[in-house]
Nanobody, 127 residues
Framework: QVQLVESGGGSVQAGGSLRLSCAAS????????MGWFRQAPGKEREPIAA????????YYADSVKGRFFISQDMVKSTLYLEMNSLKSDDTAMYYC????????????????????WGQGTQVTVSS
């Protein structure tokens, strides 16, 4: 049974940093496309960052390039999202997602490419 459990969200002032974690279980962690998405109130869920856990290129949304960084701990089967220089526009529910295949899409990652989702963790940035 695949499970993704996010943690690390919270409230922070603009300019601050947070690190989100996504603990994965129930599948071969090293052979999955994994990503972070976020959804702000009244807006569609959007991709933030994604990569194949077995190696390869990394996708970042233009809005977070140079501020957010996706990484992983293969031993712990855990995905991370390091978020720096946070802005009020970064306020959203953040979700971890997994697809048990290599990453492949045209343009930006689509929500429906990912089969498994975590419950989300809230990030609130105050100005």
């Amino acid at each position: 049974q695949v499970q993704l459990v996010e943690s690390g969200g919270g409230s922070v002032q603009a300019g601050g940093s947070l690190r989100l974690s996504c603990a994965a279980s129930g599948y071969t962690y090293s052979r999955a496309c994994m990503g972070w998405f976020r959804q702000a109130p009244g807006k569609e869920r959007e991709p933030i960052a994604a990569f194949y856990t077995g190696g390869g290129s990394t996708y970042y949304a233009d809005s977070v390039k140079g501020r957010f960084f996706i990484s992983q701990d293969m031993v712990k089967s855990t995905l991370y999202l390091e978020m720096n220089s946070l802005k009020s526009d970064d306020t959203a529910m953040y979700y971890c997602a997994a697809a048990l295949q290599s990453c492949h899409w045209i343009g930006t990652p689509r929500n429906n490419f990912f089969t498994y989702w975590g419950q989300g963790t809230q990030v609130t940035v105050s100005s």
